[in-house]
Nanobody, 115 residues
């Protein structure tokens, strides 16, 4: 299983970014996918999740109405559209999947929001 995130960067408060996660090594269309984030001194937290077909999503309260998770099963990609970014959204963002009882993570992509 390989997960490779991209799309992070430095952005001003109120701006938008779209993160991408390229996947391989498993039957992507069969598995739910998630985005997590971790900022210094804090535990890794779930940001958003999406079911295998893409019809069901869930979000952390802190990002609802601002972030949108989506997936393309044909291209085996998962995305996180982030709008209205806030300084508190600064973190390393990770793509994640649980396959056969094991959780896999990408290397993460840094998102830094400046005021």
């Amino acid at each position: 299983v390989q997960l490779v995130e991209s799309g992070g960067g430095l952005i001003q408060s109120g701006g938008s970014l779209t993160l991408s996660c390229a996947t391989s090594g498993f039957r992507f269309s069969l598995y739910a996918m998630s985005w997590y984030r971790q900022s210094p001194g804090r535990e890794r937290e779930l940001v958003a999740g999406i079911n295998s077909a893409g019809g069901i999503t869930n979000y952390a309260d802190s990002v609802k109405a601002r972030f949108t998770i989506s997936r393309n099963n044909a291209e085996e990609m998962v995305y996180l559209q982030m709008n209205g970014l806030e300084v508190e959204d600064t973190a390393v963002y990770y793509c994640s999947v649980r396959v056969f009882g094991q959780t896999f993570w990408g290397q993460g992509t840094q998102v830094t929001v400046s005021s």
